[in-house]
Nanobody
Framework: QVQLVESGGGLVRAGGSLRLSCAAT????????VAWYRQAPGKQRELVAH??????IYADSVRGRFTISSVDNRNTIFLQMDNLRPEDTGVYYC??????????????WGQGTQVTVSS
């Protein structure tokens, strides 16, 4: 099937930047969409950014500060996070919706990477 490996999390001061990466390997017949989610302590997982071939959407809380991008021939996506705030702290997950064989499509998830923003 498909394996996703994330990297790039860490500790940064408010106002700083981080770039997360998510690399996919496996059976990638077709990539329907890619996305980044995050989960803060004690809160539900929330969508941060979602990208298809036709459109890209962002959560209101990150629009203008975060950018989702992809390098198709490397099967890698990124989340560039600028002007970080303490409320951006959480575990960030990438998610790909992939057709992995002729018949089947599924959502695949990365292992998560911790982002901590200090005030």
């Amino acid at each position: 099937q498909v394996q996703l490996v994330e990297s790039g999390g860490g500790l940064v001061r408010a106002g700083g930047s981080l770039r997360l990466s998510c690399a996919a390997t496996g059976s990638l017949f077709n990539i329907n969409s890619v996305a980044w989610y995050r989960q803060a302590p004690g809160k539900q997982r929330e969508l941060v950014a979602h990208k298809t071939q036709k459109e890209t959407i962002y959560a209101d809380s990150v629009r203008g500060r975060f950018t989702i991008s992809s390098v198709d021939n490397r099967n890698t996506i990124f989340l560039q996070m600028d002007n970080l705030r303490p409320e951006d702290t959480g575990v960030y997950y990438c998610s790909w919706n992939v057709r992995y064989n002729v018949l089947d499509t599924a959502d695949f998830w990365g292992q998560g990477t911790q982002v901590t923003v200090s005030s």
